[in-house]
């Protein structure tokens, strides 16, 4: 990881909220801040409700950000988009969502569904070109040419969300977000699709920011992880600092749960909890403590140092 | 650890031969081959196996779901359930109409959670009402009596706020919050079999483990039955009694939990466990089994797994294998376990691995 390098993406104190009644407002994503290189895998890791959906969702610009800035290759997407700002946006950015079946178009035959965002956009001058493109990227995800024509429903959850994935691949984006993309996968399909994944990383160069909930497979795929907690980026760092030498007791507490395939073991095995407001940690409080270049922590300074007299 | 007990007087659930296949505008689909397989009381089975091996096709089958261009073509699925006033009574799943399923047994005997939440949520209506919804349809009770249980179960499922999420839609929640609304639902009427369709694969591994925690928590209070359908191994290891392997539209390995996890004998197995990632050790490839699994349109001449499996006999190309009993609990659809076939290891790889968690868990 070379500090020169120009980070593809750029998100900086980054706030999405909601208003959910006349009284009531969510903070979803709450200021946070990280970079994705050019060609690297970005984990983004949290409990559910955590933010790490709304975050995507924000940076492909599902959302008006409430505050902050997103710098993606050289062009500011967070504000009102111009137009050509926004098709190099939905041309070289995509997303894999979490429920395949709400994203896909129940009427259209899958080999359409895939093939839409080329003709949104014109990417192709033929259909012939087009359909060369839908062919290859089926072979990629391990899906046949006679299943392209029938429609989502036909398909077994598995099965729908190597469509979700053939469909944003297609176009040869740039970043990928995969939100919890292989969550619904069983585990050999999994490892067929992260290993696919970094394949098409290693020949195209794509970007991902890869967001899960099973650390075991971010661990696989990630270069760096960001872990997320009440919409807060509370620790952040390379693969191997996060699982060598986690700081944040909420890190901690999420490697604990992994749950380890050993019955015997594991019938027995009782995860650390964390409650935040137990222990009186206050993200709000809180300031980036950097470890090291890559490794850093949202803490007080007081918790910094209880968290690391250990 | 003490092992469950299968007494054949405590079967809630048999299914004998089930075939099931789907009409499509291409062909023929035949989903289902040939499934045998028992759940008892109080028991915890995991169904595991390959996307489109028929995990979620069975159990739809069991509540009254089946899409309606599936047929049931042979077989049974017997449930014994006691009525309220203690009598025992047979129900033969593949013998009633859906409807009767969905109105005789759904909710209050056989529940299920889904694995998609948001098609089993009405967008429409607030989680509140869809949790009352199942209790003031199947219990006399009060309004006010069901809202106050529905408060109750989303705390219980870990909703935080509860009377927040109470008035809210689903789509205000995250994809974690919904799945544990669906569960809330599906024990809003103490069933007797949960059905928990990846229930937990929205959620994650913090939240997992409580609700994991939560389900048997309850399953121990009431002494229902549950089955798993999940590709998270570690989540089988932490909760299932009893495993059954599908591939291509069949069981191929089943047996206690142990049997299975410690001595796996069916190559599909092997490579399931293979492809599982492993946070103690460093490489940065993940083992995927060859090839993709067999288009159930065509005839499946000889056993399903073979073109995928370097282990292969020739006979695997002619013939399906049967099921056979290589001790305790443990059955496995093999023609490797033929007394007459050749010897083949376990791969080295997976053999380590193995004996780590044996040594870990102290067996032998
Ligand atoms: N459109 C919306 N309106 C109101 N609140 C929302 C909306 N979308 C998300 N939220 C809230 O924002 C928070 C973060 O949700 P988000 O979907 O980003 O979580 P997540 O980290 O992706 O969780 P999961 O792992 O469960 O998918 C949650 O509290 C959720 O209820
Ligand atoms: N309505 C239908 N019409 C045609 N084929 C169907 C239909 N429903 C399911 N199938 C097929 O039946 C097979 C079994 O599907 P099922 O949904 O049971 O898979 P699964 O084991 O639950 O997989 P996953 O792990 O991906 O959820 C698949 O090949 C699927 O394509
Ligand atoms: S029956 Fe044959 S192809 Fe099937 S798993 Fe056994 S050895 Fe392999
Ligand atoms: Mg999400
Ligand atoms: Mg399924």
């Known amino acids: 990881m070379s500090e020169t390098r120009k980070p593809l993406l750029h998100v900086e104190d980054l706030k999405q909220y909601f208003r959910v009644n006349r009284k009531q407002v969510t903070k979803a994503v709450d200021g946070i801040s990280f970079d994705i290189y050019e060609g690297e895998t970005y984990g983004l890791v949290g409990e559910s409700g955590s933010g790490k959906s709304t975050t995507g969702r924000a940076i492909i610009r599902l959302y008006d950000p409430t505050g902050g800035k997103i710098i993606f290759d050289g062009h500011d997407i967070s504000g009102r988009l111009s137009k050509e700002d926004e098709r190099y946006l939905r041309t070289n950015m995509a997303m894999i969502f979490q429920d395949p079946m709400a994203c896909l178009n129940p009427r259209k035959k899958v080999k359409e569904i895939i093939a839409e965002g080329l003709e949104i956009h014109h990417l192709c001058s033929s259909q012939a070109e087009v359909d060369e493109k839908v062919n290859e990227v089926l072979d990629k995800v391990g899906l046949s040419r006679e299943q392209a024509t029938r429609f989502p429903h036909q398909f077994s959850g598995g099965q729908r969300q190597r469509v979700g994935i053939a469909r944003a691949l297609v176009m040869n984006p740039r970043l990928v977000i995969a939100d919890e993309c292989i969550s619904a996968l069983d585990v050999s399909i999994q490892a067929q699709v992260v290993n696919l994944m970094k394949d098409l990383q290693d020949d195209l160069g794509t970007t991902y920011l890869f967001i899960a909930h099973d650390l075991s497979m971010v661990k696989y795929i990630s270069d760096r992880i960001g872990v997320m907690h009440l919409g807060h980026i509370v620790e952040t760092g390379t693969t191997d600092e996060i699982f060598e030498n986690p700081i944040h007791p909420y890190t901690k507490s999420l490697l604990s749960a992994i749950p380890h395939p050993n019955p015997i073991v594991e019938k027995k095995r009782i995860a650390l909890s964390y409650n935040k407001d137990e222990e009186g940690v206050d993200y709000e409080a809180g300031h980036e403590h950097v470890l090291s270049e890559t490794h850093k922590v949202l803490a007080t300074d007081e918790e910094f140092a209880k968290w690391t007299a250990a | ?364």
């Open chain 2, 1 to 364: 650890m003490a092992k469950f007990k299968r007494d054949k007087n405590e079967r809630v659930l048999s299914i004998r031969d089930l075939n099931i296949s789907f009409k499509t505008n291409y062909g023929t689909v035949r989903a289902i081959r040939g499934v045998r397989l028992d759940l008892f009381q109080g028991e915890t089975i995991a169904i595991v196996g390959e996307s489109g091996s028929g995990k979620s096709v069975t159990v739809k089958t069991m509540m009254g779901i089946l899409d309606s261009n599936g047929t049931i073509d042979s077989g049974s699925i017997i449930y014994r359930c006691r009525e309220k006033d203690g009598s025992e009574i047979e129900y033969d799943l593949t013998k009633m109409s859906q409807k009767d399923i969905r109105y005789k047994l759904c909710g209050k005997h056989i529940a299920m959670v889904f694995q998609d939440p948001m098609t089993s949520l009405d967008p429409t209506m607030t989680i509140g009402r869809q949790i009352m919804e199942p209790i003031l349809e199947h219990e006399t009770v009060s309004r006010a009596e069901a809202a106050d249980r529905a408060l109750k179960l989303l705390d219980e499922v870990g909703i935080n706020e509860p009377s927040k999420t109470f008035k809210q839609y689903p789509h205000e929640l995250s994809g974690g919050m919904r799945q544990r609304v669906v569960i809330a639902i599906a024990l809003a009427c103490d069933p007797d079999i949960l059905i928990c369709d990846e229930p937990t694969t929205a959620l994650d591994v913090t939240i997992q483990a409580k609700i994991l925690e939560k389900i048997k928590e309850i399953q121990l209070k009431k002494n229902i039955s549950v089955i798993y359908i999940t590709h998270d191994l570690g989540v089988v290891a932490k909760v299932a009694d009893y495993v059954a392997v599908m591939y291509a539209g069949r069981i191929v390995e089943k047996g206690n939990i142990n049997e299975v996890f410690y001595d796996p004998r069916h190559p599909y197995t092997w490579g399931l466990l293979s492809s599982m990632p492993d946070v103690d050790t460093d490489s940065d490839r993940l083992f995927a089994i060859p090839g993709s699994p067999p288009n159930l349109m065509e005839e499946v001449v000889g056993d399903a797994f073979a073109p995928r499996n370097p282990f292969a006999l020739k006979i695997d190309y002619r013939e399906e294998p049967p099921m056979y009993d290589v001790g305790g609990q443990h059955r496995v659809a093999s023609w490797l376990c033929d007394p007459h076939a050749p010897k083949v290891e376990v791969p080295a790889e997976l053999k380590v691995r193995i004996e780590k968690m044996k040594k870990e868990a102290g067996v032998q």
